[in-house]
Nanobody
């Protein structure tokens, strides 16, 4: 059974930081491209960042220079370090595994507010 379990969401002040983690099980993690997506109220789910199985990264323009995606294949975990958070970063953040099949986590809420 495939599971993607996100953690690390919560409330942060503008300018603050959060680190999201996504622990994967039931897949051969190292052969999957891993990504983070987010969905704000009333909006469609959108790509935030992706890291390929080879380690290449790509970011949405809105988070470039502020967010960093990384992976630890030994721990089957992908991370999203979020710095200089803005209120517009408020959303539910979802972990994605894209390979032979595509899988999604259940999401973790990130709220940026003073």
């Amino acid at each position: 059974q495939v599971q993607l379990v996100e953690s690390g969401g919560g409330l942060a002040q503008p300018g603050g930081s959060l680190r999201l983690s996504c622990a994967a099980s039931g897949i051969i993690f190292m052969i999957y491209d891993m990504g983070w997506y987010r969905q704000a109220p009333g909006k469609q789910r959108a790509l935030v960042a992706v890291i390929s199985k080879g380690g290449s990264t790509n970011y949405a323009d809105s988070v470039k220079g502020r967010f960093t995606i990384s992976r630890d294949n030994a721990k089957n975990t992908v991370y999203l370090q979020m710095n200089s958070l803005k209120p517009e970063d408020t959303a539910v953040y979802y972990c994605n595994a894209d390979g032979r099949r595509e899988y999604w986590g259940q999401g973790t809420q990130v709220t940026v507010s003073s």
